[in-house]
């Protein structure tokens, strides 16, 4: 079974779990509700909302894979990805002098065209394997913002 398909099958099991979670919180919400104790009934408002809200948070983070997933092949396949090595240390954290070599050439291609969603996605890919996970979401944001203003 390849990496690509585990990794398939794990987003699926975890959102099935978490769905089913939402499920069970839903109906003790439901009867909390019909208890007919205010306090109980505000609880069982607050047991609806955190669902729908959990709900909302899965989808937008499924979508932000798919959508990144897609960039990322597309790059792939044109044999664009980044191809720096940054050495890591024995915990699998990134040497910060490795990580800060490879930005420069990334950012300037940002800097030099902000339109190009291939651009912003090597920066955020260069972003991820340097550990910065704050900046590598938000560049592969821009990166799926563009890509999909590019097709209208």
Known sequence: MSARVRTLLGVLVMSAVL??????????????????????????LALLVLPLIGLWALWRELR??????????????????????????????????DADAAFPKYKAEV???PSSWEAWMRLGVVYDASGD?????AAIREAIRLSRNEKR
């Open 19 to 44: 769905v089913l979670y939402f499920v069970l919180v839903g109906v003790r919400g439901v009867a909390l509700l019909g208890s007919g104790v205010p306090l109980a009934t505000i609880m069982g």
């Open 64 to 97: 932000f894979g798919r959508d990144s997933t897609r960039l990322a092949d597309r790059l792939d396949a044109d044999g664009r990805l980044p191809d720096e090595v940054v050495a890591t240390r024995p915990s699998g954290r990134p040497l910060r002098e």
């Open 111 to 113: 800097e030099a065209d």
């Open 133 to 137: 996970r704050k900046r590598a979401r």
